[in-house]
C-alpha cells in the first residue's frame, strides 16, 4: 500500500494553491452543476456524478472550468458521454476550444467494472490519490461513491477520513437505481462504440499516445492537463525531507 502523511497532502495542496474555503466562483459552480442533474438524472444508466479538480479542491481561478467524472452501469459507457454530451452541446455549456470558463468539460467516464484505479496509478501518485479524496459527488446512485473509494486499497484512503465525511454533504440526489441489464441496450452501446471510438483513437495518436489519455471498454478519460507525474516527482523529494 503507498502511504502519504497529512504534511505531504499540506505540501501538495501549499503548492496547489488550495484554500481553506471554497470561494463564491466555486460555490456557484456547484450550485450550477446541480441545477443541470436535475435533467441528467433521468438518464437510467448514471451510478455517480462528482465535481472533480479545480473546483472540488478549492483551487480553482476564473477561468476555470467544471470537470465532471462519471460512473455508469455496466456496458453503458458510451450511451451514457453520448447522452451527457449531447444535453451539453444543446444548453451551449459544453467546454470547447472556445469556452472555458464555466463551461462543464466531460473528460472522465468509468463505468462499475473500473473502480479499482490502482491499475492507472503510478508510483507515489499523491495527486490521484488527492483527486479521489476531493470529488464532490453532485449524484450518487447506490452508494456508488462508497463502493468506488472502498475499492481502492492501493493507498491509505481510510486515514483521510475528514476529506471523505466531507464530501457526503455536496451529494444532492442519492436512491437506489435498478439493474440495467438489457441485450438492445447492450447492442446499442457496442454500435456508439464502433461509431465514435475510431475518431478518438485517432485523436489519442495524433497527440503521440500520452499516458494520461486512457480508451478502453470500461473507462475514458481524455483530461489533458494531468499533472501526476509533476507532482509523484515532488512527493519522492517531500518524503526524502
Known sequence: MTQFSSQNIQELESYMWVRKDYNALEKEYFSKAQNHIKHLKYIPWLRLVALWNSVAMKSSHEKSDIDLFVITAKNRLWLVRICMTSYFFITGLRKTSAKHAGAFCLS?????????????AIEDDIYLFYWILTLKPILDYNNTHQKFVDS????NFNDFSEYRNTSKIYTSIAEDKKKSGSV????????LKKIFVWKTLRSYQ??????WIIINDTMLKFHNNDKRRFFSQKIAKWKAW
Open 108 to 120: 472522465f467516464f468509468i463505468d462499475t467494472d473500473a473502480l479499482d484505479f490502482s491499475e492507472i
Open 152 to 155: 481502492n486499497t492501493w493507498a
Open 184 to 191: 438492445i441496450f447492450n447492442s446499442l452501446d457496442a454500435i
Open 206 to 211: 495524433k497527440l503521440w499516445k500520452p499516458f
